[in-house]
């Protein structure tokens, strides 16, 4: 999951800009750093040879030169900021090869929902990917906030209940990576990490012939099912009867998710809640 | 307290370039607690900033309940809005009161406030209690919330301001006009004097702009 | 009648905060039997809890902040060894219990640690620089206090009775709606910091006022110490930001009480709001407590110096310019969020701009020790120390601000790393400087050195020990707050960064061991002169500790670094002359009214968190009638004589001779 081997050309691009931008300031930190201590080690009380210099107390031209080194640095890493922002913008487009896939994800309390409208299919805690394609995602969350990120394939984006985010990726290698949400979301919340296959071009439509045998059937009813808080430790699949399910979760036609359930003994924190309405 | 500034440095520098002027030292009393508490105030205001921006957010968010104009009835809104005007003017009159020790005056202009504070709150009640009996209350959407909490919140100042405008009264009754109650009158004033200004917010931006819409 | 309380709210089948909490209890009775056996209470009560003396409160505001130092450092030893052995295991917190955890953590650090331990700094120190004898409004200054305490109270309260918010230390909703959250915790958070907060906007407001109205003669604005400037930047900010902090929880609280809609998902709530408002105040906040670090830093570098600040002007305004900007960075925190690409990069611009005035100080010490004669005392090292580890913080404050770093970097933990990195390297380590240095000036003794220097090295260490490895951590992809995690890669560098703990905590020792030490040693240890550090600025010009009534005479400043300059100048001889002729002070008489006031609030906020109405209105009854008493009083304030302040004066001007005279033969 390291931020520095990239994956996509989105994460190449965040994690040059990181670089870089740290390399910009290093050469004046480094600097700044080696005078702090070179200037308290030298005009250190017993060093005779230092001059006592009482009086310098104000110089227009170290001034000059204190106030232009940090507003340089930034006048230049404005510039990093500003053409980044636009360039890496989370929803603008990554052009890839062969026809972009379309996957809507829902953050659920606490797993990832991954349906592919196109395809007719969704998957749960596993996202599964051509290599090369635009990957355009669409993104909510049946209850509370969360942050959908693959740290390998770049920009993370929050997801929100009732609100639809956007964001386009690529993944340019085949391979297993890890992605996970980047907000805390309540007791599960660590569990919500997810495992991404990217797979050949060929092999995706395979995987989607695979998948779409499966029995298990997603529409409003087992999505509420699913809803319910709750850690899912197998890697289920659906196949999907209504491709609107996502509009219909986004635009609250299906209500939030619920919380704790007040009565089992998971929902319980360790007091309080019993009384709770 | 010697309040007289010297020019230091004026005598050798004739044409006045660079002039300091000495800080006196340190403040009276009277001043320190009125500028303590315009502090406070703004930081009121503030808080009030908070929530007027909260309605602005919210205030489209109806949630399928009523709108703004289906509820304001302007004609309460101007009774409101001179009762709490007359009484920033009789709340003057009564500080003047105080400030030339006149206790039947004090008396009389902080009456008058008290009752003209308590009419406005009286309609604001009948106002909050007729909406929710109309099962409009601020759990029916997100602009209610915000509409209940932004007047309400003015409410909850100005029921706090009668609270202390009948403790002032009893401390002018059982104290006189010593220096520390007329420094607390002062404070009582610009606080009177700020929900107005407050009021004339919420007056605008809640019941002239919302009624239009 | 009892609302939602019941015994379930004890946590009998949860050891850990069972037995924390017995302890405490019984730690806090047996100080108290202790207190009331040797017949201290009295002392207690009149010297400290009723006092209105702005060093005592600012005495008690430090205690306060070291005590919950304690607590929110155990937090943090529990989270490390959590994180190092949860790989691949459910480690030794539950979900829960560990939820908890870095929630208190991140509250208790932030509002209980870091804001008292500024404001009792500040608190000790101002009226005295400015050559005053207290603050603007004494008895409100109690009040502040301990509504501060009581927040504090509660928190620690919920680990017995109840349970702390799982919602990490902002509460963002819709988890900390009552749908998701439907315990007490937010509850218990939410009141805390409302109280408190109410505390700390006194505060603020105090100190405002006294900053801009109550200095000496001829302290012009451009002659007061760089502390003061921050002091004032920095309750500036707490009277802009501190409101939105009071409306924001007011609204989550409404939300949670009355059904309202603010932030939930239903009826049109709009949770970015609760984003954009939390850190309208959020990021203020970060600058009200680094601000008056930064102050401390100013005064330290340039006594050890032996020099004037260097471009103290261009230190005012990037004072000001720090306080202005940080209001318009907040944006910042959620890059993340979809706003467009303008939006983020506008706030990512600005957010570096404040890059600048930050930079220019920097420089600014830098240059004050150059050409200086620096001796390396206890609080120079703090200096140095800061000045390297917070450069290195601002670089990767830097690197967030840039916005597809801050895609990479999110919520991470190297997000984490960089902010304990500046608040443990700015906030932390310039509070512990000024600990050092103004302790002299509280208590009349110095602090043990030797102890003092071990406690900077291993704090120093321990903090990078700490927290490179999180740096390191979050470019290997991790995010906070995971409870247990699958990754081998991160493992590594938990178990450094527990070690790294260790190595803090050890520095944590060291400086109660040099507390013990130098209080067993005060005698060896005493400060007669009032001026330890051969110190610049006019809280050296009177005795350690002060009068009561600070200065015999309101001190007459000419510029710069007044008592520098009095000693330097004709002024010296001043000091041997006997002073033309004592008049009586007239100083504010104690008030329990601060303390009795937070036992209602105490009480109510208790009965709010639990839904026991009555008690509530009681509570509320109780505050009100403790005010009305207070107004009721017919004497304010007491006289000490004029014989009185000569005599406390002379023995003070007889043990300063001494040091000029000796200054002399050198």
Not at chain 3, 139 to 150: H, K
Not at chain 3, 327 to 344: E, S
Not at chain 3, 393 to 405: D, E, I, N, Q, S
Not at chain 3, 512 to 533: F, H, K
Request: aromatic share 14%; proline share 5%; hydrophobic share 50%.
């Amino acid at each position: 999951m390291n931020l520095l081997d990239p994956q996509g050309p989105v994460a190449a691009a965040n994690s040059t800009i990181l670089v870089d931008s740290v390399f910009i300031m290093l050469a004046i930190v480094v600097p700044t750093i080696i005078a702090i201590l070179g200037f308290a080690f030298w005009f250190r009380a017993s060093n005779p040879k230092a001059r006592f210099q009482p009086d310098f107390v104000y110089s227009g031209r170290v001034e000059m030169v204190v106030w232009a080194i940090p507003a340089l640095t930034v006048i230049l890493l404005g510039g990093v900021a500003w053409i980044g922002s636009h360039q890496l913008d989370p929803a603008a487009p990554v052009p890839g090869t062969g026809s972009p896939v379309r996957i809507q994800a829902v953050s659920l309390d606490w797993k990832w929902l991954f349906i592919y409208p196109d395809q007719r299919i969704a998957t749960v805690n596993t996202l599964t990917v051509p290599a090369g394609a635009e990957l355009n995602f669409q993104l909510t969350s049946s209850s509370v906030m969360n942050v959908f990120f693959i740290p390998q394939l770049g920009s993370m984006i929050y997801t929100m209940n009732g609100m639809v985010t956007r964001l386009n990726l690529r993944a340019d290698n085949e391979g297993k990576l890890k992605g996970l949400s980047a907000h805390f979301s309540g007791d599960g919340f660590p569990d919500m990490m997810f495992d991404v296959n990217v797979v050949s071009p060929l092999a995706f439509p395979d995987w989607v012939a695979a998948t779409a045998k499966t029995d298990a059937v997603l529409n409003e009813e087992s999505y509420t099912k699913l809803m319910q808080q709750g850690i899912e430790k197998n890697r289920l699949t659906f196949r999907l009867d209504d491709p609107r399910l996502f509009d219909l979760i986004a635009t609250q036609h299906i209500p939030p998710g619920p919380g704790p359930d007040l009565l089992s003994d998971a929902g319980r924190p360790h007091s309080g809640a019993h009384d709770a309405r | 307290m010697a309040m007289t500034a010297t020019a230091g440095r004026a005598h050798a520098d004739p044409h006045h370039i660079g002039v300091v002027i000495e800080h006196p030292g340190p403040a009276p009393k009277r001043t320190v607690t009125a500028y303590g508490f315009w502090v406070f105030l703004l930081s009121d205001i503030v808080m009030f900033s908070c929530f007027f921006a909260a309605y602005a957010v919210l205030s489209g968010q109806t949630a399928g309940g009523p709108k703004g104009s289906e509820i304001f009835e302007q004609r309460n809104v101007a009774i409101e809005t001179v009762c709490l005007l007359l009484s920033s003017f009789t709340c003057g009159m009564a500080s003047i009161a105080a400030d030339v020790r006149n206790r039947f005056w004090f008396y009389l202009g902080m009456t008058v406030t008290c009752v003209l504070g308590l009419i406005f709150l009286v309609i604001e009640f009948r106002e909050f209690s007729d909406l929710v009996a109309r099962g409009y209350g601020p759990s029916r959407s997100a602009f209610l919330s915000s509409f209940f909490s932004l007047v309400g919140c003015h409410g909850l100042h100005v029921s706090a301001g009668i609270l202390w405008l009948l403790t002032m009264m009893a401390q002018v009754f059982a104290k006189g006009f010593r220096a520390d109650v007329l420094r607390r009158m002062m404070c009582f004033a610009l606080f009177w004097h700020a929900l107005d200004i407050v009021w004339v917010g919420v007056f605008s931006v809640v019941y002239l702009l919302g009624s239009g819409v | 009648m009892l609302g939602k309380l019941d015994w379930s709210a004890i946590p009998f089948d949860q050891p850990i905060p069972l037995i924390a909490g017995a302890i405490v209890l019984v730690a806090i009775l047996a100080v108290l039997i202790w207190v009331v056996a040797k017949g201290h209470l009295p002392y207690l009560w009149h010297e400290w809890i009723t006092s209105v003396d702005h060093k005592r409160i600012g005495v008690m505001y430090i205690l306060l902040a070291s005590v919950m130092l304690l607590r929110g450092g155990s937090d943090a030893i529990m989270m490390r060894i959590q994180q190092a052995v949860a790989y691949q295991s459910q480690g030794f917190l539950p979900p829960e219990h560990y939820n908890q955890i870095f929630s208190a953590h991140g509250t208790i650090m932030i509002f209980f640690v870091a804001m008292p331990f500024v404001i009792g700094l500040m608190n000790l120190i101002v009226p005295l620089q400015l050559g005053v004898r207290d603050v603007a409004f004494p008895t409100l200054n109690s009040v502040g206090f301990w509504l501060t305490a009581t927040g504090a109270l509660l928190v620690n309260l919920s680990l017995v009775v109840g349970e702390f918010a799982r919602t990490g230390w902002l509460a963002f909703p819709p988890l900390s709606q009552l749908s998701y959250s439907p315990g007490v915790g937010v509850d218990y958070y939410a009141w805390s910091l409302q109280i408190s907060g109410v505390g700390t906007l006194v505060a603020g407001i105090n100190l405002v006022t006294t900053v801009l109205k109550l200095r000496t003669k001829g302290m012009n604005y451009l002659r007061m110490p760089m502390f003061c400037w921050t002091t004032l930047a920095s309750n500036l900010l707490i009277v802009a930001a501190f409101p939105i902090l009071t409306a924001t929880l007011a609204m989550l609280l409404l939300d949670r009480y009355l059904g309202f809609h603010f932030f939930t998902n239903e009826a049109g709530g709009n949770v970015m709001m609760f984003m954009n408002l939390i850190w309208a105040w959020g990021h203020p906040e970060v600058y009200i407590l680094v601000l008056p670090a930064f102050g401390i830093f100013s005064e330290v570098v340039s006594t050890f110096s032996g020099k004037p600040l260097f471009g103290y002007r261009s230190m005012v305004l990037a004072t000001m310019a720090i306080c202005v900007i940080s209001f318009m960075v907040w944006l910042h925190h959620f890059f993340t969020m979809g706003a467009g690409p303008d939006v983020n990069a506008i706030f990512g611009i600005a957010s570096m701009i404040i890059a600048v005035p930050t930079g220019v100080k920097i420089y600014n010490w830098l240059f004050t020790m150059y050409g200086g004669r620096i001796r390396f005392a206890t609080p120079m090292l703090w200096a140095v120390g800061f000045m390297v580890t917070f450069i290195i913080g601002g670089l990767t404050g830097v690197l967030v601000a840039v916005p597809p770093a801050d895609f990479m970097l999110h919520n991470s933990m190297f997000l984490v790393a960089h902010f304990h990195n500046v608040i443990i390297g700015g906030v932390l380590f310039g509070a512990f400087a000024g600990f050092e240095y103004w302790f002299p000036k509280a208590f009349g003794f110095r602090l043990d050195e030797r102890w003092g220097k071990a406690a900077f090295w291993f704090t120093f260490l321990g903090f990078y020990v700490t927290f490179l490895p999180l740096y390191i951590a979050g470019m290997l992809g991790m995010t906070r707050r995971l409870q247990h995690y699958d990754v081998a890669a991160w493992r590594p560098w938990m178990f450094v960064a527990a070690f790294g703990v260790l190595i803090l905590s050890i520095g944590v020792i060291c400086q109660i061991m040099q507390i013990v030490v130098s209080i067993r040693n005060r005698e060896a240890l005493r400060d007669r002169t009032g001026d330890p550090w051969d110190g610049r600025s006019l809280e050296w010009a009177t005795s350690s500790p002060p009068p009561v009534f600070n200065f015999a005479f309101y001190p007459d400043v000419r510029g710069e670094d007044a008592y520098w300059d009095m000693k330097a100048s004709a002024q010296q001889q001043s000091l041997e002359h006997e002073p033309p002729e004592y008049r009586d002070i007239e100083m504010p008489r104690n008030s329990p009214t601060g303390f009795i006031c937070a036992f209602f609030a105490t009480i109510m906020g208790f009965a709010l968190i639990w839904h026991i109405w009555w008690m509530v209105i009681l509570g509320g009854i109780g505050a009100f009638a403790t005010f009305v008493v207070f107004a009721w009083r017919d004497h304010d304030e007491y006289v000490i004589p004029a014989d009185e302040v000569a005599a406390i004066d002379r023995v003070n001007l007889e043990e300063r001779r001494g040091l000029v005279s000796m200054a002399g033969t050198i």
